[in-house]
């Protein structure tokens, strides 16, 4: 299913280049207003720009994944201890400005479509194109009021006409979510055509509508603890519709391609390949917890070194840091994810399982929730092709469901399952508090505000000093809508992150 969903997305990105000029990056030259203005383009090249963003060689490689303490840096470990924002106050600028670039890029997409529907029907069916690009849109929001909180939302899509956009609480943000997410799946017809340059699905709407629902869970379960309410009404109807459309087992996972040459290669690739880059190893916290259990995905997830996998302390000060790396003898990232051609990740099959026992936890579905835990686990083994049955029931065995401590048992493999999706990883060790593998940075937190939690891990990120410098009046209504007195800290917790 990996490789074949991902060559199908991959021909179509090909199409989609062909048609125009072979150049993605002239589509952005080219005006959101202009009269001929393609759905198809816009939507391909905005679908890439989230992946290129989103699985960046800083915004994942230095940010994302290792905040979630899935690797760690090998020599230079400011990051690992919370210094992100002095020392890349430039690729916090560029994220934040490449999420919004994206989200107004979809939001054309939905104009087109409002405007000439019967010109962008030769594209695909109009309402699909507007349900794509809401479900994207909702996709990118959510990535970014999980890293910050509250964000721009009601006025985010203004353009040129409202460049200062007041922002919303994070709760006004969820909530704008799910009535994005609604809208888009109220607008699906599985039955019409999706857009052309379908570069997540291949075309295929019912995978569309499943990864709508998906997202919902996501969202939904993510502001469980804060609006229980909201949470199950979202987490029911989610589930029923995916019932609906035969079920969670026929959703494939959300990922986008990337292509095995240049220049639209995977950026952890081209780190390693291209620039000659060696600054990432996988840390004790992964490795260790994995080898304790003797996890059948370490050969996906990381190298071996004479057969063992052996993880690397997080988050040690520089010194440390270089003279045990000068020693060798620690695995790095597998090839499964440092390959030109693999995907980014967007929200696959094993996380709705998950989601699924915490719903049946907390009495909101029917089900059992040790049995969709056990799903959950299977899923992310199948997703990473491990096919050896017995090793995959002894390690069920290693790890039993525990109703009387969900939080811990569905956090573990949750955070383990959403491996190279470290924004997620990192939310849900926030949410759910689990114990013992998320910890301080062996060389302390460089950041007094940090270093004070319990454990001294990051719970946010600062905003952007662009925002400071452009849109400085609306940022200090932003940060007075945080929850708490902590200000614009990485050690203020955002509205869901009440445990």
Known sequence: MYTLKRTVALGLLCVAVLFAGCD???????PNTSSDARPDYIFTNATKDVAETYWGEFTLGRFGNIYAQYWTQNQYTAEDRYLFPQERSGVLNGMWGDYYLAIQDFQEVVDLNESSPEDTNLFGEPANQIAMSKIMQAWTYHVMT???????????????????????SQEEVYNGILALIDDALGRINTDADALRGDVVFGGDMTQWALFGNALKLRVATRMSDVDSGTAET?????YSAMEALGGPEEYEGAYIAFDSSPPYQNPVHENYEINGRDDWAVTENLLGYMNDN???????????????????????????????YSQGGFSRPGDDVTAADSPAYLLLQDEVYFALAEAAERGFVSGNAATFYEDGIRSSMAFWEVSDEAAIDAYIDEVPYDGGNWRQSIGEQKWIALYMQGIQGWAEWRRLDFEGIVRAPEGGAAVDAVADLDPAVAVRMTYPTDEANLNGANLEEGIGLLTGSGGDSQATKLWWDVN
């Open 24 to 30: 993605l990056t002239e589509i952005n030259d080219t």
């Open 146 to 168: 999980d890293i910050w909180g509250p964000i721009p939302f009601d006025e985010a899509i203004g353009g040129d006409e409202n460049p200062i956009p007041a922002y919303d």
């Open 234 to 238: 979202a987490i029911s109807e989610a």
């Open 294 to 324: 003797d996890d059948p995905r370490r050969s996906a997830y990381a190298e071996s070194v004479d057969g063992e996998f052996v993880g690397y302390p997080y988050g040690l000060e520089e010194g440390p840091a270089q003279a045990l």
